[in-house]
């Protein structure tokens, strides 16, 4: 079992800056690879970014590459999406999932992620 709990989503401003945090507890954390997805209104829920187990390797949706950073701390058990560049089109609620499957690659598609959390919601006012 695997807990993941999101925090750090609110209302912003086009053009803005947020980091989310996700904090995991259950198992070594650094033993799985961690993503992030979110889902707009009305709207299914899809891949954001995407971190391997040390850190090393990360992957993005296109929408999101250059502005959005996904990173890891393993001592912390966390891991974080550094947004920037906020726009209209990033409101949604963002979660975070654990692939503890994924060996040596990173995954895109939902299925793959075996525990997620429970969201947080980002609102980016233009």
């Known amino acids: 079992q695997v807990q993941l709990v999101e925090s750090g989503g609110g209302l912003v401003q086009a053009g803005d800056s947020l980091r989310l945090s996700c904090a995991a507890s259950?198992?070594?954390?650094?033993?799985?690879?961690m993503g992030w997805f979110r889902q707009a209104p009305g709207k299914e829920r899809r891949f954001v970014a995407a971190i391997s187990q040390s850190g090393g390797s990360t992957y993005y949706a296109d929408s999101v590459n250059g502005r959005f950073t996904i990173s890891r701390d393993n001592a912390e058990n966390t891991v974080y999406l550094r947004m920037s560049s906020l726009e209209p089109e990033d409101t949604a609620v963002y979660y975070c999932?654990?692939?503890?499957?994924?060996?040596?690659?990173?995954?895109?598609?939902?299925?793959?992620?075996?525990?997620w959390g429970q969201g947080t919601q980002v609102i980016v006012s233009s």
């Open positions: 999932a654990a692939d503890l499957q994924s060996g040596g690659g990173l995954r895109t598609w939902e299925t793959s992620y075996d525990y």
């Open positions: 259950g198992r070594t954390f650094s033993s799985f690879a």
